[in-house]
């Protein structure tokens, strides 16, 4: 309760002060204001208007009416790359002489109200690279006029202008940019021409597109660490760094025109896209060598067990072939023994000739054997696969060795 009483005993004295503000005012302006009293130094503007066309210029017929033109940049409010277009807030003061509007009995200069400048001629000037452009109008319009007792008159208003600007972006984002303002009126007269240099904040370009791309380089290497043997793993990883990348690209190129040029964050946006998806061909590279390591050592372990068996099967072969000449050779002497003729001689001899020719089959084999053999070893040596561990600590070293060479190749020749 005690609170609402001191509000309300505020706002009495708010409202009690403002009428004393207000009476003051009043009777600071009452010479100005007041009904019977005459400011005898203000000329009769309906006198003066007699007689004005404000469709012809100051002295038609004659010279041209030279105009005096300044301009103060309030903001540069927005710059659009897209449309390659800025806006802009001037202030545009223009200056001219109206010997029509002189006045004599005073030399007092006169600030009129923004509706007079209806009733006056004014310079056609207009902004030539303009898209769209407007007065401001709150809480009237934004115009002065001021008029000397010469006739020169002065003339402000506030405009706020969307303008071309042909930007080359090859650089982007470190680039730099010059906007032009032009100022003309109808006709062959000279143009007015302001020249805007333009340099772009590269810090908020390295928070938002260069960190987050370094970033996914480096979680890319991390693969490198991780266990032949953890496919999931690292081909998720390897297949994620890659679609972030995508979406980063292309997040960063819906703010841009479709220009045919190259623009250096396309070129930075690349490299990195290449060294995520070189990471993820190299776990594809070491896992293959891997894969290929188990299997010739499969199939060098089977052909082991076969040439082994071969051999055992090959002694075992032998030995029962020894028997089995032994066998005959005893056969035949107890034969020769029986018989003793030539016959039973040429007998015995018989076994040999056949026992040589079986035994140089056997070698002619066994020799091209060992050729194909040769051969493959041969073959095998020539692509031979590197170890998938060794692949990855390479890697570990080249990587970043790699892009940081780049890196240093980039930013030299975007900056210099």
Same mark, same amino acid.
């Given at each position: 309760m005690a609170s609402v009483t001191f509000v309300i005993a505020t706002l009495a004295l708010l409202f009690t002060g403002g009428n004393r503000v207000a009476r003051c005012m009043l009777s600071d302006v009452g010479d100005y204001a007041g009904a019977e009293v005459e400011i005898s130094w203000l000329p009769n503007l309906d006198e003066l208007m007699k007689g004005y066309a404000r469709n012809f210029r100051p002295g038609i017929g004659g010279p041209p009416v030279n105009v005096a033109m300044a301009i103060e940049v309030a903001s540069i409010d927005h710059i659009s790359e897209a449309n390659m277009e800025y806006t802009m807030t001037v202030f545009l003061r223009q200056s001219w002489r109206d010997e029509r509007l002189s006045y004599n009995h005073t030399n007092k200069t006169l600030g009129l109200d923004s509706r007079f400048v209806d009733k006056l001629w004014l310079p056609d000037t207009f902004i030539v690279n303009a898209k769209s452009a407007w007065f401001h109008d709150v809480t009237v319009e934004n115009k002065l006029i001021r008029l000397q007792p010469d006739g020169v008159i002065l003339y402000s208003s506030r405009i706020? &202008?969307?303008?071309?600007?042909?930007?080359?972006?090859?650089?982007? #984002?470190?680039?730099?940019?010059?906007?032009?303002?032009?100022?003309?009126?109808?006709?062959?007269? #000279?143009?007015?021409?302001?020249?805007?240099?333009?340099?772009?904040? !590269?810090?908020?370009?390295?928070?938002?597109?260069?960190?987050?791309?370094?970033?996914?380089?480096?979680?890319?290497?991390?693969?490198?660490?991780?266990?032949?043997?953890?496919?999931?793993? !690292?081909? &998720?990883?390897?297949?994620?760094?890659?679609?972030?990348?995508?979406?980063?690209?292309?997040?960063?190129?819906?703010?841009? #025109?479709?220009?045919?040029?190259?623009k250096a964050l396309d070129v930075y946006f690349w490299i990195c896209y290449v060294f995520v998806f070189a990471a993820l061909i190299e776990y594809a590279f070491a896992h293959y060598n891997a894969d290929y390591s188990k299997k010739e050592k499969a199939k060098e372990k089977s052909s082991r067990g076969s040439s082994e068996s071969i051999v055992k099967n090959g002694k075992q072969a032998m030995v029962l072939f020894s028997l089995s000449v032994a066998g005959m050779n005893q056969g035949l002497l107890v034969q020769s023994r029986g018989q003793r003729g030539q016959r039973g001689g040429d007998s015995g001899a018989t076994p040999s000739p056949g026992a040589g020719g079986d035994g140089d089959g056997e070698t002619a084999s066994r020799g091209s054997q060992s050729r194909k053999g040769e051969e493959q070893k041969c073959c095998r040596c020539a692509f031979k696969p590197i170890d998938a561990d060794t692949i990855d600590i390479y890697a570990r070293a080249a990587f970043p060795a790699a892009f940081a060479a780049v890196n240093l190749i980039y930013w030299v020749a975007y900056t210099m």
């Amino acid at each position: 309760m005690a609170s609402v009483t001191f509000v309300i005993a505020t706002l009495a004295l708010l409202f009690t002060g403002g009428n004393r503000v207000a009476r003051c005012m009043l009777s600071d302006v009452g010479d100005y204001a007041g009904a019977e009293v005459e400011i005898s130094w203000l000329p009769n503007l309906d006198e003066l208007m007699k007689g004005y066309a404000r469709n012809f210029r100051p002295g038609i017929g004659g010279p041209p009416v030279n105009v005096a033109m300044a301009i103060e940049v309030a903001s540069i409010d927005h710059i659009s790359e897209a449309n390659m277009e800025y806006t802009m807030t001037v202030f545009l003061r223009q200056s001219w002489r109206d010997e029509r509007l002189s006045y004599n009995h005073t030399n007092k200069t006169l600030g009129l109200d923004s509706r007079f400048v209806d009733k006056l001629w004014l310079p056609d000037t207009f902004i030539v690279n303009a898209k769209s452009a407007w007065f401001h109008d709150v809480t009237v319009e934004n115009k002065l006029i001021r008029l000397q007792p010469d006739g020169v008159i002065l003339y402000s208003s506030r405009i706020t &202008s969307t303008v071309a600007c042909d930007m080359d972006l090859t650089k982007y #984002p470190m680039d730099e940019q010059e906007c032009m303002l032009d100022l003309e009126s109808s006709g062959q007269f #000279p143009r007015l021409s302001l020249r805007f240099s333009l340099r772009r904040n !590269r810090g908020v370009y390295i928070i938002q597109s260069y960190m987050p791309s370094i970033l996914l380089v480096a979680m890319s290497w991390v693969s490198f660490w991780i266990s032949q043997s953890a496919v999931p793993a !690292r081909v &998720s990883l390897g297949i994620t760094t890659v679609l972030t990348m995508t979406t980063l690209m292309i997040s960063a190129r819906s703010s841009l #025109p479709r220009a045919t040029a190259i623009k250096a964050l396309d070129v930075y946006f690349w490299i990195c896209y290449v060294f995520v998806f070189a990471a993820l061909i190299e776990y594809a590279f070491a896992h293959y060598n891997a894969d290929y390591s188990k299997k010739e050592k499969a199939k060098e372990k089977s052909s082991r067990g076969s040439s082994e068996s071969i051999v055992k099967n090959g002694k075992q072969a032998m030995v029962l072939f020894s028997l089995s000449v032994a066998g005959m050779n005893q056969g035949l002497l107890v034969q020769s023994r029986g018989q003793r003729g030539q016959r039973g001689g040429d007998s015995g001899a018989t076994p040999s000739p056949g026992a040589g020719g079986d035994g140089d089959g056997e070698t002619a084999s066994r020799g091209s054997q060992s050729r194909k053999g040769e051969e493959q070893k041969c073959c095998r040596c020539a692509f031979k696969p590197i170890d998938a561990d060794t692949i990855d600590i390479y890697a570990r070293a080249a990587f970043p060795a790699a892009f940081a060479a780049v890196n240093l190749i980039y930013w030299v020749a975007y900056t210099m």
